[in-house]
């Protein structure tokens, strides 16, 4: 035993030098992925008092992160979430985080279009103004579910309840401008499709299939929405917003396979380099607040900084095509 002690210290002893070297470098090495893991930063200090900031799915994970900042901004926040307790539990942490008491809630279920019909009004009767409306709530990779009005759940309230607000809350937004409407999507649209023939995948549903095409959907309604906006002083804009540490993948065990729950597991190894929720809201709070963005339109950012979307996010044809399907699906057609 002693021998061996010994020669470990005599190895140490010889290859010092080397050994210092190397973990100077893996600790260099993981110091600079977390740096590039953790993206850009919102360096704007616009202040937003005397405005309205409405954020849904604001209860948890990087809306709660924005509505935080938004709130520190001096604006009225407005968290829009299904689940009451939760959202009452964050507004109370959001005021005590920004030191400004002027942060509500009011209930909204995107799985529900009498929900975002009824949230909408109350809104448009109750607030005099509505500078920023962020589309952050969603939900990722579930089971094939229905929502109550029988759309694919993550079709319904990735893209149809956010449409169907958004639309909603026009009048009030322009009456506000310059306002500006931001939708939170995904890298995970690079590989999406519009499956126009079978837009519910009832023929050949998978998660994935579903949350690719959600998030191509965010993309293509902005490009279409900042189209019909033009001249308003109404601007939109779309964001990947990072992978990032939050309850989204909450429902990946209940909708996959075993064998690629085993294939997907070796990423849970990069957890301590994903963004912070922190870090992840700030591509949101950039395009919410960053004064160069006053007269961009329909664009799409990542990293605080704007980036070229896949070929089928650029499809005109296919943003005013699922624009006229969502309008009748959600009777505003």
């Not at 405005?51 to 829009?80: C, H, P, Q, S």
């Not at 949101?284 to 607040?289: E, K």
């Amino acid at each position: 035993m002693d021998d061996c002690i010994s020669q470990m210290k005599q190895f140490v002893t010889e290859h010092a030098t080397g050994l210092t070297v190397f973990f100077i470098a893996v600790g260099a090495g993981l110091f600079a992925l977390r740096r590039h893991m953790a993206g850009g930063w919102c360096h704007s200090k616009a202040r937003l008092d005397g405005k309205t900031v409405l954020i849904t799915g604001a209860n948890t994970g990087i809306g709660k992160e924005t509505a935080v900042d938004m709130a520190r901004r001096g604006a009225r926040v407005i968290l829009a979430c299904r689940d009451m307790g939760r959202a009452n539990r964050a507004a109370d942490e959001v005021r005590k985080q920004s030191g400004n008491g002027n942060v509500v809630v009011k209930q909204l279920d995107l799985a529900s279009l009498k929900s975002v019909r009824a949230l909408a009004a109350d809104v448009k009767a109750n607030e005099e103004r509505l500078d920023i409306l962020i589309n952050n709530a969603g939900i990722m990779m579930c089971p094939k579910w229905k929502t109550e009005d029988g759309f694919e759940m993550q079709f319904g309230v990735n893209h149809l309840g956010h449409f169907l607000l958004t639309n909603s809350l026009l009048d009030l937004l322009k009456k506000s401008a310059p306002s500006r409407v931001v939708n939170v999507s995904s890298l995970a649209h690079r590989k999406g499709k519009m499956h126009f023939d079978d837009i519910h995948l009832d023929k050949d549903y998978e998660p994935f299939k579903s949350y690719r095409q959600s998030k191509l959907a965010n993309i293509l309604f902005t490009r279409e929405l900042a189209r019909r906006l033009s001249g308003t002083g109404v601007t939109a804009y779309s964001l990947h917003p990072g992978l990032i540490r939050t309850e989204l993948g909450r429902h990946v065990t209940q909708s996959l396979p075993l064998w690629k729950l085993i294939m997907y597991s070796p990423l849970m190894l990069l957890r301590p380099f994903i963004k912070s929720c922190e870090e992840g809201a700030q591509t949101t709070i950039y395009c919410a607040v960053d004064e160069s963005l006053q007269n961009i339109n329909g664009l799409y950012y990542s990293d605080c900084a704007p980036k070229q979307p896949e070929l089928q996010a650029c499809d005109d044809a296919a943003a005013m095509k699922l624009w006229d399907i969502s309008a009748s699906m959600v009777g505003l057609a």
